[in-house]
């Protein structure tokens, strides 16, 4: 009687097993944001946030509900999609801009962690490379 409960019982143990190992190492995807990114003209993004940038200077801030409706409205007028990007995407194409880890670390987490957000950097004399959600 005990071999047959041990051969009925390895069977469950291993099918347990196996299902333990399934469900422990099943991670969440990572979650991601809409965001839209496009190059705007220094000229236009100058007079619509009333700032002045050095090129390889960026700016970035919280906007409002009005501000973001904006945006969008723009980005539609010119064809620009959204995109659905992790925070790690995100922080990679900031980087990409020749941020520091630690500047887009905290652009990227800034990013998430308001409801709206905008970060352009000026790359040369004419042009500022957008993100914003």
């Given at each position: ?11 469950v143990l ?96 800034k ?23």
């Open positions: 009687m005990k071999e047959r409960k041990l051969l009925i019982g390895a069977p291993l099918l347990a097993l196996v299902f333990a190992v399934m469900f422990t190492s099943c991670e969440e995807p990572e979650e991601t944001y809409e965001v839209y990114r496009f190059d705007w003209t220094y000229t236009a993004f100058s007079q619509s946030f009333n700032v002045s940038l050095n090129v390889n200077y960026f700016y970035r801030t919280s906007i409002t509900n009005s501000q973001y409706t904006q945006l969008v409205a723009l980005c539609q007028q010119y064809n620009v999609k959204s995109e659905e990007l992790t925070e790690d995407q995100i922080e990679t194409w900031l980087k990409g801009l020749g941020l520091s880890d630690t500047q887009a670390d905290d652009v990227s987490g990013c998430i962690d308001y409801e709206h957000y905008f970060f352009g950097m000026r790359v040369n004399s004419t042009t500022v490379k957008v993100l914003f959600k």
